[in-house]
C-alpha cells in the first residue's frame, strides 16, 4: 500500500476518513440540529437544500423533520466530514429530552414537539404552526444568531432568561416561522440574510419589541424547565418528571375537547378559578395541543398546570363542581401514574358510598361531591381561625 504524501493537509486533516467540510462551525448551546446545519450550509455561502442535496445525495431530508428523526446515512456523514462526535449530534436532536420529558420512542409518539417541516405552511394544512422564538435572544445572539431546542417544546411558551413571550408567527406578515424555507423562491440570490429574516418578507425577527411575560406564566415556565433538567417532580413526592408530563398531559386533552358539557362546565370553571380567558375549544382529533398557537397553547397550560399545583385540593373542587366520573380520566390512559390514579380511586369510594348510602340524601353524586368539598373548605378556615386566636 502506497503510503501518503507528506503534506501539511494531510498531516492536518489525516484522521478523517475523507476530506471535511471546508468551512465548519461549532455548535452553540443548546442549537437545534437544523439551526446548526443551516449555518453550516450559510458558512459554506450556500443554500440550504443546495448544501444538503449536495452532501446528503440519496438521503430524503426535505420532508423529513430532521429535529426529531435523522437518518443514519446523515448522521454517519457528519461524522465523516467534522470534528462532532456522535452524542454531540444527539444532544442538538429532541430526543435529547428523553427520559425527563417522555419515555416512548420518538419514532412512534411525538408528544410536546410543534409540527415543524416545509410542508407545514402547504395551503390547506392544518398544521400551520412550525417554530417560536424569542426575539430578545435572538438579538443578545448579535452577529451569531441561532435556533434553540427548546423552542420546538410546546410546552415553551415564555423565556425565563429574557422574562418575554415567545413569538410563533412574523408580526410584519403573520406567516408562521420556519428557518429552512427562508430561501425559498430566492434561487439566484446568494444566502447573506441573517437567518433570523422571516421566511415570506424577510423581516428581521430579532428587531421585534419583545412582550413581557406575565409572573404567572415565568413561574409555571420556571417549573417545567427545572424539572426537565432535573428529571424529578418534588409537588407529587418527588415523582420522575415525566409522570408528571403524562398527567399534564391528560389534562390538556380534556380541556381541549368539546362536545362534553361536563367537560365544558371543567373547562369554564377552572378559567374562571385560574383567572384565565375560556376558550371554546375546537375539535382536539383535528387540532391537537402541538398545532395550536403559542398563545391558545399558554392558556391552556397554565390553567392544567394550576388545576395540578396545589395537589389534590384543586382537582377534587374542580371535579365536583362538574360532577365528572373516574371514567373520563382513566379512559385511554394505560400508563397512568400512580399518584393521579389513586386520586381517581378515591372518587370511585366516595362515588360507590352515595350509591350505596347517600343516594337519598343527594340526589347526584355531584351534590354529594360539592357538599364534601365544602365541607373540608370550612374545616380549613376554621382552623385557620383557631391559628389566629393562638398567635393573637
Keep these: 500500500m502506497a503510503k501518503k504524501k507528506s503534506t501539511l493537509s494531510n498531516i492536518i486533516f489525516g484522521h478523517f476518513d475523507e476530506p471535511p467540510w471546508p468551512s465548519f462551525v461549532k455548535p452553540l448551546p443548546s442549537e437545534l440540529f437544523t439551526s446548526w446545519l443551516l449555518r453550516l450550509s450559510r458558512s459554506h455561502l450556500v443554500r440550504y437544500y443546495t448544501f444538503c442535496s449536495s452532501y446528503f445525495n440519496g438521503i430524503e431530508f426535505w420532508d423529513r423533520d430532521l429535529d426529531k428523526f435523522l437518518p443514519t446515512g446523515i448522521k454517519d456523514i457528519i461524522l465523516k466530514k467534522s470534528i462532532l462526535k456522535s452524542e454531540d449530534i444527539d444532544q442538538m436532536r429532541l430526543v435529547s429530552f428523553q427520559p425527563n420529558l417522555f419515555v416512548t420512542d420518538i419514532a412512534n409518539r411525538s408528544p410536546w414537539f410543534t409540527p415543524f417541516s416545509v410542508y407545514s405552511l402547504k395551503h390547506g394544512s392544518k398544521h400551520r404552526t412550525a417554530l417560536t422564538v424569542c426575539p430578545s435572544c435572538l438579538k443578545k445572539d448579535g452577529a451569531m444568531p441561532y435556533f434553540r431546542k427548546s423552542w420546538r417544546l410546546s410546552i415553551k411558551t415564555v423565556c425565563v432568561e429574557c422574562g418575554t413571550e415567545l413569538i410563533d408567527v412574523c408580526p410584519e406578515c403573520e406567516m408562521p416561522i420556519n428557518h429552512l424555507i427562508a430561501e425559498k423562491g430566492r434561487r439566484s440570490q446568494t444566502p447573506i440574510f441573517p437567518v433570523t429574516c422571516c421566511w415570506k418578507c424577510l423581516s428581521n425577527l430579532s428587531e421585534v419589541v419583545p412582550i413581557p411575560a ?179
Excluded: C
Design 214 to 392: 406575565k409572573a404567572k406564566a415565568l413561574e409555571m415556565q420556571q417549573f417545567f424547565d427545572t424539572i426537565i433538567e432535573t428529571g424529578y417532580d418534588a409537588r407529587h413526592g418527588l415523582q420522575y418528571a415525566h409522570l408528571y408530563f403524562l398527567v399534564l398531559r391528560k389534562i390538556l386533552s380534556l380541556l381541549n375537547k368539546h362536545g362534553n358539557p361536563q367537560l365544558d362546565t371543567l373547562q369554564r370553571e377552572l378559567s374562571r378559578a385560574a383567572n384565565v380567558e375560556f376558550i371554546v375549544p375546537k375539535n382536539s382529533r383535528a387540532n391537537s395541543f402541538e398545532t395550536l398557537s403559542v398563545s391558545n397553547r399558554a392558556n391552556l397550560l397554565y390553567k392544567a398546570y394550576w388545576l395540578l399545583e396545589e395537589w389534590p385540593e384543586r382537582f377534587r373542587e374542580l371535579r365536583a363542581m362538574a360532577g365528572l366520573r373516574s371514567k373520563i380520566f382513566v379512559n385511554d390512559f394505560p400508563d397512568i401514574p400512580y399518584w393521579f390514579k389513586t386520586e381517581v380511586d378515591y372518587n370511585r369510594v366516595v362515588y360507590s358510598r352515595w350509591r350505596n348510602d347517600f343516594s337519598e340524601s343527594y340526589s347526584s353524586f355531584a351534590e354529594l361531591a360539592r357538599w364534601r368539598v365544602s365541607k373540608i373548605r370550612r374545616r380549613e378556615e376554621n382552623d385557620g381561625d383557631k391559628q389566629d386566636q393562638i398567635t393573637r
